[in-house]
T-cell receptor
């Protein structure tokens, strides 16, 4: 099982739609979780951290399910500008080991 | 704050040439990383550093070298460039892994 797995998509949704992405991780001891956004030919940028209780930032909601070892990202009222690749990122191991990045889920919001 | 600065932004190398990709951060971050990203693919970790004087290999270190003589700088050296090293290279840094990473804008390298 890969450390972090995401559905690569693409997800093609109309403007105004609600879309959800899931990401599974293999290490039950993982402590920190993030969603990054990467636009075409640009660097990844931190979208939001994912907290145990779940958290919301405007139209974006992140959830963590430790029992099933997955995190989710919900985007409501999709905008054209939400089109990007969304990367799931997990702090899998203790010490100084780097974060583990998923390969990303591509989203296209269509007018 | 400039954040993480990478130079150059673009470079074309001939097979067998060498070059150094520069990465500088002004946030006093101890942790720094080099990734490569091939078209349509995910990030692959090349090397990382947890502080000045300390470096470690990532997933794909062959063909690359790094050094970390200061907290601010983490250059990536390509020796004897090969077409397989054509990629986009991202440098990243963080104060603590629990805060996530800040990425530079990348260097697009083509080896011909």
């Amino acid at each position: 099982r890969k450390e972090v797995e995401q559905d690569p998509g693409p997800f093609n949704v109309p403007e105004g739609a609600t879309v959800a992405f899931n990401c599974t991780y293999s290490n039950s001891a993982s402590q920190s979780f993030f969603w990054y956004r990467q636009d075409c030919r640009k660097e990844p940028k931190l979208l939001m951290s994912v907290y145990s209780s779940g958290n919301e930032d405007g139209r974006f909601t992140a959830q963590l399910n430790r029992a099933s070892q997955y995190i989710s990202l919900l985007i409501r009222d999709s905008k054209l500008s939400d089109s990007a690749t969304y990367l799931c990122v997990v702090n899998s191991f203790s010490g100084n080991t780097p974060l583990v990045f998923g390969k990303g889920t591509r989203l296209s919001v269509i007018a | 704050n400039a954040g993480v600065t990478q130079t150059p932004k673009f470079r074309i190398l001939k097979i067998g040439q060498s070059m150094t990709l520069q990465c500088t951060q002004d946030m006093n971050h101890n942790y720094m990383y080099w990734y490569r990203q091939d078209p349509g693919m995910g990030l692959k970790l090349i090397y990382y550093s947890v502080g000045a004087g300390i470096t470690d290999k990532g997933e794909v270190p062959n063909g690359y070298n790094v050094s970390r003589s200061t907290t601010e700088d983490f250059p990536l050296r390509l020796e004897l460039a090969a077409p397989s090293q054509t990629s986009v290279y991202f440098c990243a840094s963080t104060l603590d892994r629990d805060y996530g990473y800040t990425f530079g804008s990348g260097t697009r390298l083509t080896v011909v």
